[in-house]
């Protein structure tokens, strides 16, 4: 053979060192071959005899040094149940605790019902907040620190949904600001909004009106924004000063949209009537002295304010 042979094709090369393991000669100890066609007889040789002792018909053999593909997605399978299984760990503590809490809370109505005379059936939230007044006084300003006897679902923080799906993937598309369901309601409604109005200028381009403003703008007098504590609780999730203060001045700047009104029902909402510190009717009456001279008691005045506080 030619030396030329194994210098310049591959193929011949692999073909020579398949010959020489079949009449079993060592090629890497003939010295007629240079160093790089010695170790390229080597590395054949030891695939050679590899594949015959590993067919390629058994599935479950492969490679050295191969990547498995089932195996990186076993192990990402493997993370996103255990972050699965862990959600419904504490989901199903949840539900167990409030199963509990709700059995308490029917076992003392009962009693409670039972020491005031009243018929179970119909013993509603009010009259237990009032049999709790009665029975145990509190002279607390703080409401919160008074004793209660609510439903669980009341107090409770409420469960969120899983944030992820089975494949581990966000199902919220607004996941990336880490409060998705605040920012939701902080634009949608204004989007919408500007698409109606887009709509309408097509149409009043087309068709004259003679439609106002103040039948299509909402009209806020009368009523107040919701305090931060109950927009918390609204779209349970915690909110900061800041975001409250924004998500009310895009309110208003909702409110302030010339079609809002078509958006009434969401807005109101937000909005809780309003409620002055002192009422007309509970402003006490001037007094006179035996001179005929008018004069006021500050300390009923002073009694309005508290209980108004208070309450």
């Known amino acids: 053979m030619n030396k030329n042979i194994f210098m310049t094709d591959k193929m011949n090369c692999f073909k020579v060192a398949k010959f020489l393991s079949t009449l079993k000669l060592n ?32 599935p479950g053999i492969k490679l050295p040094f191969s990547e498995s593909k089932e195996a990186v997605q076993n192990t990402k399978a493997e ?15 949840r539900e167990s605790l409030i199963k509990f809490k709700t059995e308490e809370f029917e076992i003392g109505k009962r009693h409670l019902a039972k020491m005031m005379g009243e018929n179970l059936d119909s013993f509603t939230q009010d009259d237990i907040n009032r049999a709790i007044e009665y029975l145990l006084p509190s002279g607390l300003f703080e409401k919160k620190a008074r004793p209660f006897l609510k439903n669980p679902e009341d107090y409770y923080p409420k469960s969120k949904m899983a944030a992820f799906g089975r494949d581990g993937r966000p199902i919220h598309h607004l996941f990336f600001t880490g409060n998705p369901e605040f920012y939701q309601e902080l634009t ?3 989007l919408d909004l500007n698409k109606l109005e887009d709509a309408m200028s097509l149409i009043k381009s087309k068709i004259r009106t003679n439609q106002s403003e103040s039948d299509t703008k909402i009209n806020l007098t009368g009523s107040v924004w919701i305090s931060r504590n109950e927009l918390c609780k609204k779209l349970n999730t915690k909110i900061d000063e800041f975001s409250y203060t924004k998500f009310i001045i895009l309110l208003e700047k909702l409110a302030q949209h010339p079609l809002s009104k078509k958006e009434q029902v969401y807005i109101n909402q937000f909005l809780t009537p309003f409620e002055p510190i002192i009422k007309l009717n509970e402003i006490p009456s001037v007094l006179k002295d035996d001179k005929g001279r008018q ?8 009694n309005i304010i508290s209980d108004n506080f208070s309450n």
């Open 27 to 58: 090629a890497v100890s003939a010295n007629r071959l240079s160093t790089s066609s010695q170790l390229y007889f080597m590395l054949n040789q030891t695939k050679l005899d590899y594949n015959e002792k590993s067919p390629q018909n058994s």
């Open 79 to 93: 993370n996103i149940s255990r972050a699965m299984s862990y959600y419904l760990e504490k989901l199903a503590e």
């Open 188 to 190: 949608q409604k204004y």
């Open 295 to 302: 004069y006021q008691e500050v300390e009923d005045y002073l």
